[in-house]
């Protein structure tokens, strides 16, 4: 079946302007997951819902950042007034339940190049 | 809180030769460990895990052990090939809540095979 998937591909955006990044999860995925991959902060993870709820945001790098779902499907992460050290890989991953067993499995990433 | 400490490298093995990348962690609870591969230019894959002390977890000639009473989760291959190329990480994740919801993923080892 369809894996996860997020788009745009690349973004290229200029310093303090807003950015959104999608993610579609693997189809009955209660569980979606948003990380943050840099060359100097390695794979952090920021941010999950399960359904539509995220319960935690305390990962999140600062309130510049944001991030909904709907439908118990498609998320988004908007970051807001972008800086230059937003710049990384943004990855999305999705898992059948959220319990600690469950394998997480992960789109192929939004580059994200603040100018 | 919770962390995954494993050798950054590069590594640098002939082909053929014994592979192993050290994996050691702390966690507040009782992890679920698991070991993720990014081959270049490719997305993030699951490549084996274990759920409980004294799981093997294995997959393509991959094995790794969860040893609780060393806290490590070593990633062992008996013969690697060119193709085994690639970025590997380790990570574990616990129960809900708190902000433990998601991976806590190590620096990531980069492996490289030369024929």
């Known amino acids: 079946g369809a894996g996860v998937s997020q788009s745009p591909s690349n973004k290229v955006t200029e310093k303090g302007k807003d950015v959104e990044l999608r993610c579609d999860p693997i189809?009955?995925?209660?569980?979606l997951y948003w990380y943050r991959q840099s060359l100097g902060q390695g794979l952090e993870f920021l941010i999950y819902?399960?359904?539509?709820?995220?319960?935690?945001k305390s990962g999140l790098p600062s309130d510049r950042f944001s991030a909904e779902r709907t439908g118990g499907s498609v998320s988004t992460l908007t970051i807001q007034r972008t800086q230059q050290e937003d710049s990384a890989v943004y990855l999305c991953?999705?898992?059948?339940?959220?319990?600690?067993?469950?394998?997480?499995?992960f789109g192929p990433g939004t580059r994200l190049t603040v100018t | 809180g919770n962390s995954v400490t494993q050798m950054e490298g590069p590594v640098t093995l002939s082909e053929e030769a014994f592979l192993t990348i050290n994996c050691t962690y702390t966690?507040?609870?009782?992890?679920?460990l698991f070991w993720y591969v990014q081959y270049p230019g490719e997305g993030l894959q699951l490549l084996l895990k274990?759920?409980?002390?004294?799981d093997k977890g294995s997959n393509k000639g991959f094995e790794a052990t969860y040893r609780k009473e060393t806290t490590s989760f070593h990633l062992e291959k008996g013969s690697v090939q060119v193709s085994d190329s690639a970025v590997y990480f380790c990570?574990?994740?616990?129960?809900?809540?708190?902000?433990?919801?998601?991976?806590?993923f190590g620096k990531g080892t980069h492996l490289i095979i030369q024929p």
């Open positions: 991953a999705s898992s059948k339940t959220r319990d600690r067993v469950s394998e997480q499995y």
């Open positions: 189809s009955g995925h209660t569980a």
């Open positions: 819902f399960q359904g539509n709820s995220a319960p935690d």
């Open positions: 966690a507040t609870g009782y992890p679920s």
């Open positions: 274990a759920t409980k002390a004294d």
């Open positions: 990570a574990l994740k616990i129960g809900s809540g708190g902000g433990a919801d998601g991976l806590t």
